[in-house]
């Protein structure tokens, strides 16, 4: 019988080695929208697809309290609050990535893989942890994000051009350096702007 149990207390020790060993990433979630645009100066169609996808699943920080309570160094502290989402889908179009494209009959189906960054931007100096904190996610990470889009060539037209572009996720702060201890005393104010990587963007034209 001691034979047995010392046999489930090893098995049970190398399954928790395993999992601190080799910890599972989380299977990050998909979704997908698309709206189809004619214009009839240029007789064009544009058809539009939006690939929702993240791996900042357990990465961010998770904290066991309030920002409010994390401290600087004392007897000042910084404190962010009114962290709010301004734009939940912006397209950065400045930022062109790789398409591969496969054409079957009339539909193309267009994909696209890259590594983008986090960023934050602040008219005061606050320190970046705090910010991860308060935001959820880690402000200065590399993020992957990828996506394919099936779109179907309208009748009488052709493929003009298949673009990627990287989608964020855009926030807004507001922060200030108070006195840790004496209430109402604020030293600085400020604010800033965070920007996280969320999908991808691929854009089809058909032309004539």
């Not at 928790?16 to 990050?28: C, D, I, R």
């Not at 920002?67 to 007897?75: A, I, Q, T």
């Amino acid at each position: 019988m001691m034979i047995k149990f010392k046999r489930v207390i090893s098995i049970v020790l190398c399954i928790v080695l395993m999992v601190t060993l080799f910890p599972t990433s989380v299977k990050a979630q998909v979704s997908e929208t698309s709206e189809i645009v004619y214009d009839s100066v240029t007789d064009t169609y544009t058809e539009t697809v939006r690939i929702y996808s993240s791996d900042i699943s357990n990465e961010a920080p998770v904290p066991d309290s309030k920002p409010e309570l994390f401290k600087g160094s004392r007897p000042k502290k910084w404190i962010i609050y009114d962290v709010r989402v301004t734009n939940p889908e912006w397209t950065d179009r400045s930022k062109k990535l790789g398409v591969v494209k496969a054409i079957n009959g009339s539909s193309v189906t267009a994909s696209a893989t890259a590594t983008e960054s986090a960023m934050y931007t602040s008219d005061v100096s606050i320190p970046v942890s705090l910010l991860n904190v308060a935001l959820g996610y880690k402000v200065t990470r590399s993020y992957s994000i990828s996506g394919s889009a099936t779109g179907n060539t309208p009748k009488g037209y052709k493929l003009g051009a298949a673009r990627g572009y990287p989608i964020y996720e855009v926030r807004s702060f507001k922060a200030k350096l108070v006195h840790s201890i004496i209430q109402g005393t604020v030293y600085k104010r400020g604010s800033g702007t965070t920007k996280k990587p969320i999908g991808i963007e691929i854009v089809f034209q058909y032309t004539k």
